[in-house]
């Protein structure tokens, strides 16, 4: 019954090692997103696709990048992760809409620390 | 620009009292919506509810209720004869029509015990 799978849902990386976070969907959804939301804060969104088409928030550290290979698929490729990126990321889809009028979906998220 | 506040942080409860999450939106927008999530510690962000600005009728949901009030800004959210399951983050939300992004309040954690 799951929608949205993050994978894993916890993962430890070392400082400056890349790591890669997984989020697939099974709702046929045109638009994945990919937050960041530390302890205690609410969600940032760092970027979204619309179907191919990649957004960027002007405030996302080039240090976080993406891919989404087809539509149930988006990765969150963090490239040299420091002590600052340890968060919950939290992967979510809507259908396809206006963006902003559609209701996002959210994954259960990904836990990752940095030793 | 628009901005979503919950000036509640914390809120304890025991069970079965009843219990209102506030909170205030700001947008120039005509055309906007309104979300309210709930995030249980186990991190998922779980959809409750979403209105438009057209709607400002209120909506009941088995113990959940919701007052949309365009005249003050407000989009509360009432939990009735609570419970320990309802323990979590509560995230009220906005999205504009001409914005393509979904802006969070800062949450108001709901603590709810025996």
């Known amino acids: 019954d799951a929608m949205v799978i993050q994978n894993p849902r916890y993962q430890v990386t070392q400082f400056g090692k890349p790591v890669t976070l997984s989020c697939s969907q099974t709702?046929?959804?045109?638009?994945m997103y990919w937050y960041q939301q530390k302890s205690s804060q609410a969600p940032k969104l760092l970027f979204h696709y619309y179907d191919k088409d990649f957004n960027n928030e002007a405030d996302t550290p080039d240090n976080f990048q993406s891919r989404r290979p087809n539509t149930s698929f988006c990765f969150l490729d963090i490239r040299s992760p420091g002590l600052g990126d340890a968060a919950m990321y939290l992967c979510?889809?809507?259908?396809?809409?206006?963006?902003?009028?559609?209701?996002?979906?959210f994954g259960p998220g990904t836990r990752l620390t940095v030793l | 620009a628009q901005k979503v506040t919950q000036a509640q942080t914390e809120i304890s409860v025991v069970e079965k009292e009843d219990v209102t999450l506030d909170c205030v939106y700001e947008t120039r927008d005509t055309t906007y919506y309104l979300f309210w999530y709930k995030q249980p510690p186990s991190g998922e962000l779980v959809f409750l509810i979403r209105?438009?600005?057209?709607?400002?009728q209120n909506e009941i949901s088995g113990r959940y209720s919701w007052n949309f009030q365009k005249s003050t800004s407000s989009f509360n959210f009432t939990i009735t004869a609570s419970q320990v399951v309802d323990s979590a983050v509560y995230f009220c939300?906005?999205?504009?029509?001409?914005?393509?992004?979904?802006?969070f309040g800062t949450g108001t954690r709901l603590q709810v015990t025996l």
């Open positions: 709702l046929n959804h045109n638009v």
């Open positions: 939300a906005l999205s504009e029509s001409t914005a393509s992004k979904l802006t």
């Open positions: 979510a889809t809507s259908r396809g809409g206006p963006i902003s009028t559609d209701t996002q979906y």
């Open positions: 209105r438009n600005s057209f709607d400002e």
